[in-house]
């Protein structure tokens, strides 16, 4: 098993390079000079040389991205283009909030979302059953920005219950971590909802039915635990989509976190801070998926029968 | 005095599967009975109606959309029919017990072997889990598994093992009635001899009644006392062992033995396999009438007509037909 | 005899052929919810087809003396006025082109290159899988909507660069579902069959395999339009999609923004929009998914 852990963070050694070829290359393919975005349009053209030479714009490409790396592997993100500070410092100040809120955003999908999926699944159908899934699909096609305005709109703007937008305090979380959380919710209520009416319908469900065991025994432990591998699949990719989104929902909520960071640099061409942005959010994605497939060997059994192959051969069956 | 030697009995069980589109009739009238530490033997082809019955008598019918639309069925003199849920609950593995088909995903690939049969346990009996687990490793010995795989999960076990775990799981608790449905149909032929062996055995030991439903004439042979012919949801002949293999009533027992290779060339000097041409009908289409006519090589007009009830040709021996075969000799 | 062959033509009678195709479009007329999704998406297109026509006003017809009218106002501005005067209900659309569009051409772009990597990686294996689904690691190690941004802030502002973006990040999730179809089934016994009489790779890929793959590309490519025009939106929002003046939904949000307290219904109505869209097409895909089962739940 902890063979296995160290082959996959192994492995994702060239998916992070990969990550970062890719982003330095687009980032310096892209239209618009740095330089010239921190100097202002006014600036002359020799000030702009200088600044460009002094961040080392004119080097050949894979000279600048060889010491890039070279940087990274020391854990130098190189400076921001316009605070001249390490990006590394502001990643580290900034990256937290954004991680509180994906984690808040974990839990509600988890509370809210599995216990509905189960219920439906079980009283296929019901009332209860087709109204949660049409919410649940209404609550899919809302864009998550939107729903965070909304959310706003009606508990802090009309009913003053929360506040709009920063960060001061756990009073502050709440909305934000609703708005990404809903829809997440809503997704994984959709997945437990199939992936539990799938199991059910299986064979050994029917022998657990034959010993006499009770429904509510058959749902949560036979048929749950079955059904749990897609489910957590899904988790992780959520958590990595709000992530991936924490630029929108920050953005909403005047959020100082790493999402509203790398926003401003994208718009100022403040290469560095993007880059070590996208590695962190790209690192921390694929420790969650790293994660999510520790968990399926503690989930099934066959799973982890597979990650040990390498170790020990498995277990054969006792022969006739 | 009064001597309840059945076990298990069953009458005038009608069993449908209702939908918009159709209503099918996958059990009609079925009467059987099955007396203490014997095993009735359920025959027929796929279809038939044999798993519907089964299903039935264990309260495993999937309602919506099956309903059991009429009909008793008595265990030790208890009605079953009409129990709530939770008094079924009861009875599933610890007095019927019932094994399916395929082995290969009968059990729950989370849990532990041993796990599942100390489930089987702790259902039904007042033991701690300690004991529980001690009685389970003592049953898959009973079966042949070293009591040291308790902790093994299904995926380590080859099929034939599987389907003993399966046969220990509903052992456990010493039914007083095993209903096996074609337990060994997905197993290869001599890991099926072993296991049928086994099941004997422990049938004999434990003093287990079972109802064993097959297509295998031959399984029939090896393990049954009593059994019945069951055709579009009906009995069309029932008895004992000798009585259907050597004094064969209805024309389509008669068709089934001609369907066997080998059996046929012992039986009528014939060298071709003459199978029983045409299908089982449509069970939401049923024909008026005898349901075999169709098919029936000795059907005629009256035959089509009007629905044959069983009649009694020789003690214990019963048969749904006017025109039945008689033993040879007669005619 | 009469009364067998009577038997055996009956049950031939009742093995009516229908074409694959027409199977699963009467399965998917059956569901109800999927025929009113249809409907609706029937009347989306309408309205981007002939936005010209069916709106009332143009989509940049600023008017500052009817500016900020709540809808209900004024009779002739059903949906209300923005800050420039338009009227929000020809915006919404002229929107509905917009967005239909995003998710039409990003989709054909996530599919066309995905599916062909993915076919590509699934059928030969070795190598050219392996690198395939590397480089396919590395654009999924990046969430999808970081990814698009990402692109976006490249190619720079504008509608056609959003949707360039959100093809292209949508073009692993393709790969990877196609990939795993053709996995499933190139080893299949048929495909040995036409192997075996000397069809040619592509001959193999495109007459035998494709059929077969069609439905989960089908039931991906309906998540992938709702998904596009959620990724546009976000991308609008942030101001790296549609630039002002043009009318996207997500766009049109980002503009009332400021006017969120007091003139709401600047966020909600474009908001609802999005919704009615986004549902309807999940609706359908749904339906989908449900039709192209084989195992036909009863």
């Not at chain 2, 030991?205 to 006392?225: Q, R, S």
């Not at chain 3, 309906?222 to 959620?230: F, R, S």
Request: charged share 15%.
């Amino acid at each position: 098993m902890l063979r296995y852990i160290g082959k996959r963070l192994l492995m994702m050694i060239p998916v992070l390079l990969g990550v970062m070829v890719f982003i330095f290359l687009i980032l310096h393919f892209s239209p618009g000079d740095p330089a010239r975005m921190v100097l202002g349009e006014s600036a002359t053209q020799e000030t702009v040389e200088a600044l460009r030479e002094e961040l080392g714009l004119n080097q050949p490409l894979f000279i600048q991205f060889f010491k890039y790396i070279g940087g990274v592997l020391t854990g130098d993100f190189g400076m921001s283009y316009i605070s001249r500070a390490p990006v590394i410092d502001a990643i580290l100040t900034r990256y937290p909030a954004t991680l509180i809120l994906a984690g808040l955003s974990v839990l509600i999908m988890i509370i809210v979302g599995l216990p509905i999926g189960i219920i439906s699944a079980t009283r296929q159908y019901s009332f209860m059953d087709r109204a949660s899934t049409t919410i649940a699909l209404v609550g899919v096609s809302m864009p998550t920005f939107w729903i965070g305005m909304l959310l706003v709109l009606f508990f802090s703007l009309r009913l003053g219950w929360l506040p709009v937008s920063g960060f001061y305090g756990p009073a502050y979380w709440i909305l934000p971590a609703f708005s990404i959380g809903i829809n997440s919710a809503a997704i994984i209520m959709r997945m437990t909802r199939s992936s539990m009416l799938e199991v059910i319908r299986s064979d050994y469900i029917r022998t657990a039915r034959a010993k006499g065991q009770s429904e509510r025994k058959i749902v949560l432990h036979h048929a749950l635990k079955n059904a749990l591998v897609p489910i957590i699949t899904i988790i992780g990719i959520q958590l990595g989509t709000q992530l991936g989104g924490a630029m929108v929902t920050e953005s909403v909520f005047s959020i100082p976190g790493l999402g509203s960071y790398m926003l401003t640099a994208i718009k100022s061409r403040d290469y560095p801070v993007v880059q070590g942005g996208v590695i962190f959010i790209a690192a921390t994605f694929s420790m969650v998926n790293l994660l999510v497939d520790i968990i399926y060997a503690f989930i099934d059994p066959r799973i982890k029968a597979q990650y040990k192959t390498s170790r020990k051969p498995k277990k054969e069956a006792v022969a006739q | 005095m009064e001597q309840e030697t059945k076990l298990l009995e069953v009458k005038d069980l009608t069993i449908q599967y209702i939908t918009d589109e159709s209503t099918v009739h996958a059990v009609n009238n079925v009467s059987l009975s099955v007396e203490r530490g014997k095993t009735l033997g359920l025959v027929g082809e796929t279809g038939a109606g044999k798993t519907t019955i089964a299903l039935g008598i264990i309260g495993l019918i999937p309602d919506p959309p099956g309903k059991v639309i009429s009909g008793s069925i008595k265990l030790e003199g208890e009605e079953l029919v009409g129990k709530k849920n939770a008094f079924m609950r009861g009875i599933r593995g610890k007095k019927i017990s019932m094994i399916f088909q395929d082995p290969m995903t009968a059990l729950n690939p989370i849990d532990t072997v041993g796990e599942q049969i100390a489930e089987a346990i702790l259902l039904h009996e007042k033991v701690t889990v300690a004991e529980a687990h001690k009685k389970a490793a003592d049953v898959l010995e009973l079966v042949g598994i070293p009591a040291a795989r308790f902790s093994d999960y299904p995926h380590q076990f080859s099929g034939g093992m599987k389907q003993r775990v399966v046969i220990a799981m509903s052992l456990a608790c010493n039914p007083d009635l095993l209903i096996a449905d074609e337990p060994t149909t997905a197993l290869d032929v001599t890991i099926q001899a072993q296991v049928l062996d086994m099941m004997n055995n422990l049938k004999s030991e434990l003093d287990t009644a079972m109802i064993m439903i097959t297509h295998d004439l031959g399984i029939i042979a090896e393990m049954c006392d009593e059994v019945a012919v069951i055709y579009a949801g009906e009995i069309v002949e029932s008895g004992g062992l000798a009585h259907i293999f050597d004094e064969t009533a209805h024309p389509y027992t008669v068709g089934l033995f001609n369907s066997l290779p080998g059996v046929a060339a012992i039986r009528d000097s014939k060298r071709r396999l003459s199978p029983i041409p045409g299908l089982m009908p449509d069970p939401s289409d049923l024909p008026k009438g005898c349901k075999f006519s169709p098919r029936c090589p000795f059907g005629d007009e009256t035959c089509e007509k009007a629905a044959q009830d069983l009649i009694e040709i020789s003690p214990g021996h019963l048969v749904r037909c006017r025109n039945w075969i008689k033993p040879k000799g007669e005619k | 005899m009469n009364k067998t062959t009577a038997v055996a033509a009956g049950t031939s009678n009742q093995l009516k052929k229908r074409s694959q195709f027409k199977e699963v479009w009467h399965r998917l007329k059956r569901n109800k919810l999927a025929v009113i999704s249809l409907i609706v998406l029937g009347l989306l297109v309408l309205m981007a087809l002939f936005a010209k026509q069916i709106a009332p006003y143009y989509y940049d017809n600023q008017d500052i003396s009817v500016a900020l009218l709540a809808p209900g106002e004024n009779p002739k501005f059903p949906l209300g006025t923005d800050n420039l005067g338009r009227d929000i209900l020809s915006r919404i659309i002229y929107g509905a082109q917009i967005s239909l569009r995003v998710g039409l051409v990003a989709v054909c772009i996530s599919a066309g290159v995905g599916c062909i990597l993915g076919a590509i990686a699934g059928y030969f294996g070795g190598v050219v899988d392996n690198v395939i689904m590397r480089i396919m690691d590395v654009l999924l190690a990046i969430p999808g909507i970081l990814l698009a941004i990402a692109i976006a802030a490249t190619l720079g502002p504008g509608m056609t660069n959003a949707i360039i973006s959100v093809g292209i990040s949508g073009i692993p999730a393709f790969a990877r579902v196609v990939r795993s179809s053709v996995l499933s089934v190139r080893d299949m016994e048929y495909i040995e069959a036409a192997k075996a009489i000397n069809a040619t790779s592509a001959r193999i890929l495109l007459r035998h395999i494709t059929p077969n793959i069609l439905a989960p590309i089908l039931v991906q490519a309906t998540l992938g339009i709702a998904n596009a025009i959620l990724q546009a939106a976000s991308l609008s929002f942030l101001g790296l999609g549609a630039q002002p003046p043009v009318p996207e939904w997500g766009a049109m949000i980002s503009n009332g923004r400021a006017y969120l307290r007091d003139y709401s219904y600047m966020v909600t109505m474009p908001g609802i929009a999005i919704m009615i869209t986004v549902f309807a097409i999940n609706l359908l895909g749904d339906g989908l998914r449900d039709a192209l089962d084989p195992r036909l739940k009863q």
